[in-house]
């Protein structure tokens, strides 16, 4: 069975094609820059003798139906393409950032589906959207063929009433449906499968705190294999220090910052989301130059990586409390996947707690799944590479069995 799998942003579109017979990635690509005057897209496909490697295209794409069309011909292309038509995609599964309180689990869409996305929208006014136009497009493109949902919040819906409500005015759940939904739940569902095939458990007996960390963060207490907590909100704003969303801060910042400096709310949310954390204090946030600035001797650099690492070491503490005794960290994304200084940084110190890395092999980036304790250690601490799109395919694939 062949899925495509969709991940529509406000601008952007991430797709994948995969052989569900043998798990094997056909064909990845990603559309930029949809709308504007010149967008670009690029695409590898694997295998094939006859086919090119990699296509790079720059043209513009005024919206995601242009888009939706153009991968589409690359994907089937004589030259460019992996199959020889859309009619042997058997399925579609999209990303769909929020469900909120109506939409618990992957789910094959239908007029009420998207109905109810469209409802959510107010929980998630940057993504929903988008992600609804991928699937109308893919509806009109596609039809006849199934098409699958799979929410960003799916795995954080057994989270207890103690951990997702918010000690505000009860009527302000119930009016506005304010709460903690947190994000990143295909990942962390992902990486927290594999750990405990990793440990030689059953998925419903770990107990795990994940850790994905790239320019957006979050991490999430597993016990006995579901979610207990997460530390993004009721959106992706809340939680460790990202790259350029500040996480968690006093909330009376904001009226402070209102009165004292005159800004308004679409300011002040433009600051927390694009302007704050890693970049807010050194002005960069790709951790990369922030290590070779701190280790050229920028003080700014150096504060930054401590506070980050010092935000994460606070969740570790947390989440140890409440998820009984812990089997393994688990790091994953760009940061927690590539960089060894962060995750050696994480659990310096943590010892008291049966947490010791190893740092020979804890040492350079990890692009298959590996154990990094110490001998001894009571805790496993595992690296594991995130695969969202597989995921996607395979909740897609279990919907439609």
């Not at 799944?369 to 590479?385: E, F, H, R, W, Y």
Request: hydrophobic residues 40%; glycine residues 10%; charged residues 20%.
């Amino acid at each position: 069975m062949k899925i495509f799998v969709i991940n529509s942003g406000s601008s952007s579109l991430k797709y994948q094609l995969l052989d569900m017979e043998n798990g094997s990635v056909m064909a990845t690509g990603l559309v930029e820059r949809i709308g504007e005057t010149v967008g670009k897209l690029s695409q590898k496909n694997w295998p094939g003798e006859s086919r090119q490697a990699e296509v790079e295209r720059e043209m513009p794409f005024p919206d995601h139906r242009a888009a939706m069309h153009t991968v589409v011909d690359l994907v089937t292309g004589t030259d460019t393409g992996v199959i020889a038509s859309a009619a042997e995609i058997d399925a579609i599964g999209h990303r769909v950032v929020q469900g909120g309180e109506t939409l618990f689990k992957s789910t094959l869409i239908d007029d009420d589906v998207v109905a109810k996305i469209r409802d959510n929208c107010h929980l998630s006014p940057l993504h929903n959207p988008a992600n609804l136009v991928g699937i109308e497009v893919a509806r009109e493109l596609f039809s006849g063929v199934p098409q699958v949902a799979v929410f960003d919040t799916e795995f954080h819906q057994t989270m207890p009433a103690e951990a997702f409500m918010y000690p505000i005015p009860y009527e302000l759940y119930e009016e506005l449906r304010i709460r903690r939904y947190g994000f990143h739940g295909t990942s962390h569902r992902y990486v927290a499968q594999q750990a405990a095939a990793m440990l030689g458990k059953a998925a419903d007996e770990v107990n795990l705190v994940t850790l994905h960390l790239g320019n957006g963060c979050s991490m999430a207490a597993v016990r006995k294999g579901k979610c207990i907590d997460t530390s993004m909100g009721l959106t992706p704003l809340a939680g460790v220090m990202m790259g350029t969303r500040s996480g968690d801060i006093d909330p009376a910042i904001i009226p402070f910052l209102m009165k004292e400096k005159g800004l308004d709310m679409g300011q002040i949310d433009d600051i927390l989301n694009k302007k704050s954390g890693l970049k807010g204090i050194c002005g960069m946030n790709d951790m990369r130059d922030i290590h070779a600035a701190a280790h050229d001797g920028d003080t700014k650099a150096a504060l930054a990586v401590d506070m980050f690492v010092y935000s994460i070491k606070k969740y570790i503490g947390a989440y140890y409390a409440v998820t009984g005794p812990l089997d393994a960290l688990v790091f994953t994304a760009g940061i927690g996947e590539n960089d060894d200084e962060v995750r050696a940084r994480v659990c310096a110190g943590l010892e008291h707690l049966g947490i010791s890395i190893d740092p020979q092999r804890n040492a350079g980036r990890k692009k298959t799944a590996i154990a990094v304790q110490a001998d001894g250690s009571k805790v496993a601490i595992l690296v594991i590479p995130t695969n969202e799109e597989l995921a996607i395919a395979k909740a897609t694939l279990s919907v439609l069995k």
